[in-house]
């Protein structure tokens, strides 16, 4: 093979691995006061689970009770593709590891569980600390 095919093929490849792990997906950017994102509870209406994006990060916000709230960061502990809700929990797609539906690693890769953050609400939103 000579040296410019080479140099394609793993331009290509190196294109195509990158752009897999890259969400295409829009999200909802929240206010973010005091090292906290402040997020009204509308956003969850007729939906269990609702996702924000902050800085580099995608967070699932999940209501997991009456007035109880669950954040977590959305990017695979493995080589940080987001991940994508599956019926009970959370896929990978670039390399299958699999996480519960509070974000603890059921199936490798990782053995790490998705990062959660400390939430609280009142009558009108749900806050997410940082």
Not at 82 to 95: F, K
């Amino acid at each position: 093979m000579k040296r410019r095919s080479f140099l394609k093929s793993v331009a290509t490849i190196t294109t195509v691995s990158l752009v897999g792990c890259k969400s295409t997906s829009a999200h909802y950017r929240p206010l973010h006061l005091n090292n906290r994102l402040v997020i009204n509870k509308s956003h969850l209406a007729n939906k269990s689970r609702f996702t924000v994006a902050f800085k580099d990060q995608i967070i699932a916000i999940i209501q997991h009770g009456a007035d109880s709230y669950i954040a977590l960061g959305m990017n695979c502990t493995h080589l940080g593709c987001e991940i994508s809700p599956v019926e009970d929990g959370y896929i990978c797609p670039c390399h299958g590891a699999k996480f519960d539906q509070v974000g603890v690693a059921l199936k490798g890769p990782t053995n790490i569980n998705l990062p959660r953050f400390k939430t609280d609400a009142d009558d009108t939103n749900i806050y997410v600390e940082f």
